[in-house]
């Protein structure tokens, strides 16, 4: 009989599961309100996802350009979400995103810099303005050098490599404590703590094409919804433009937007510049209608409108497909991008030095001479777990989320280099509601978690361990990321969404059963199985809220109900387990704007120059 008293035990007030940016950022604040802080990651400290974020952090610094503040990069961030972003979430990410940059800087990040010696800022995708701080492109990579530096000399405790099962629970539904698995030994452990805050990222790894690594399974969103957490706006999946088409063994690895930010542009085969085909209305005031306009961009007067190469993912993403299908992609299924006879090879290398190290050892392309290979890949999760704009709390007491896999922000369609500035706003606003709460309502004592609902979640684990037969899981994951590829991928309809559920459901039953061989100690396959749950919840819950949303918004494209619907101009889908243990997708209508936040969004930019509006 299993003796849950064995399992060792240790004791935090706060467990941050995640050590991507916005994990770090939000153990920090909560380490620096004196609570014992741990942060627990299934990878090794530093092999996060928001490494690959590029191309820089949006923040309305006005370096380069003075007329941006945070008023514009409001109305941007709520207008490239499709008017689905959380106002109260947009108008925090946009006052406090210069903060939190500058914040970074004192603690050490080496950011690009101006002539006269401030943070550079360069363009990207949905941006009016120059906007994105950046370090090259590896903007990603030094904010999780400078959070992790900081926050191991504040104290915080990491446990790398161990991957977390379950949340627990008090009588009264409270976090409680966490049930972890070491992936070196198989051994188990448990946490018991007064909060949780949530920062896994998103789930890329229920899509064949993905520019997410083997970590991102859907894990936040499977086991905050598990214990009551509800989900939200699922459905929003966002395929990147720009990954890496050729050779297969790199297809859907991210190529920064910076590229194009730096003025590279897109060619079909026929060498046409086919992104002025694909300007939609609601940007033609923005963006230029011509090639000569879109160059005299690259010469830094602040009157041009962007290139259209500069639009946001979801159009430029859906214009490659388009071409493709037209037939007139690349060789290998998508578009060129070409830099190389745009700026000359000294400032690729200077700008783009990630770049052209990927290319030239994963692909034999020397990009300051070669056009590059790139078509869309599953790359971001708009949708994730419902938090509370100012706290970033749950419905679970206790359960916080930020980053990529809480909901809210981005809407329907987030702008490039928002998420990283999202890290760290958000991150921080966890850190600081965590720390709340537990002043609040924990005090000095964490609740007791019940052993018997421990017992049971170990059993589950190792039962894949222990049977005498089963399916594989590597072959299994192939058929559930086959099922969302081909059903739930970049365009949909209706009929391959019930096709996708279809398939998940059928493949549910080779979930509960697949066997994994061998003992616990470095087992890849076990760990394999045991991630398959998170990701078939994941999965059934973006294809049910992609059924549902009977419109084409931002990233989510039906094919049967082309274009915006009024009807869901105001309304998310939540996703949340019932009582008998099923899935419930509902519409639920969203709260009127605040009138002076929603003026700011619909407002000319000349009205916010001016100062006539907010």
Known sequence: MLDVSEIKTIEHDVVVIGA????LRAAIEASSRGLNT??????LLGKAHTVMAEGGMAAALGNVDSRDNWKVHFRDTIRGSKFLA????????????????????????????????????????????????????????????????????QGIQVHMECKVLNLL?????????????????????????????????????????????????GDGAAIAYDVGAELMDLEFTQF??????????????????????????????????????????????????????????????????????????DVVARAI????????????????????????????????????????????VDITKQAMEVGPTLHYFMGGIRVDADTQE?????????????????????????????LLVFGHLAGSGAADYIEGRRGDKAAEFNPEVVAKHVRAATSILNRESGPNPYLVHDKLQLAMQENAGIVRTGEQLKEAIAQLTALQPEVDQVKADGASQYNAGWHEALDLSSMMITSLAVAKAALMREESRGAHTRLDFEGERAEWGNANVVTKKGSDGEMIVQREERPAPPPELEAIARATIEELESGTVG
Request: with cysteine; aromatic share 8%; net charge positive.
């Open 169 to 217: 629970t008090d009588a009264d539904g409270a976090i409680s404590g966490v049930l972890c698995l070491w992936r070196e030994t198989g051994r188990f452990m448990l946490i018991r703590c007064k909060a949780v805050i949530m920062a896994t990222g998103g789930g890329g790894k229920c899509w064949k094409i993905t520019s997410n690594s083997w970590e991102y399974t």
């Open 321 to 364: 497909l388009a071409e493709v299908k037209a037939g007139r992609g690349s060789p290998h299924g998508g578009a060129f991008l070409d830099i190389a006879n745009r700026r000359d090879p000294a400032f690729i290398k200077k700008k783009l030095p990630s770049m052209y190290h990927q290319f030239k050892e994963l692909a034999e």
């Open 240 to 313: 990147h433009p720009t990954g890496m088409v050729w050779p297969p063994s790199v297809r859907g690895t991210l190529v920064t937007e910076g590229v194009r930010g730096e003025g590279g542009i897109l060619l079909n085969s026929e060498g046409e510049r086919f992104m002025f085909r694909y300007i939609p209305e609601r940007f033609a005031s923005e963006t230029a209608d011509t090639i000569e306009e879109a160059d005299a961009w690259l010469t830094d007067d602040k009157n041009n409108r962007r290139p259209p190469e500069l639009l946001t993912r």
């Open 86 to 153: 959380s106002w109260r979430m947009a108008e925090l990410h946009a006052k406090n995103a210069p903060a939190r940059v500058r914040e970074l800087e004192a603690w050490g990040a080496v950011f690009d810099r101006t002539k006269d010696g401030r943070i550079n800022q360069r363009n990207f995708g949905g941006h009016r303005y120059p906007r994105l701080a950046h370090v090259g492109d590896r903007t990603g990579l030094e904010l999780i050098r400078t959070l992790q530096d900081h926050g191991i000399h």
């Open 38 to 43: 741990g942060i627990v990651c299934k990878s």
């Open 20 to 23: 991507g940016g916005a994990g």
């Open 394 to 422: 749950t419905a679970v007491p206790g359960l916080f989320a930020c980053g990529e896999c809480a909901a809210g922000l981005h809407g329907a369609n987030r702008l490039g280099g928002n998420s990283l500035s999202d």
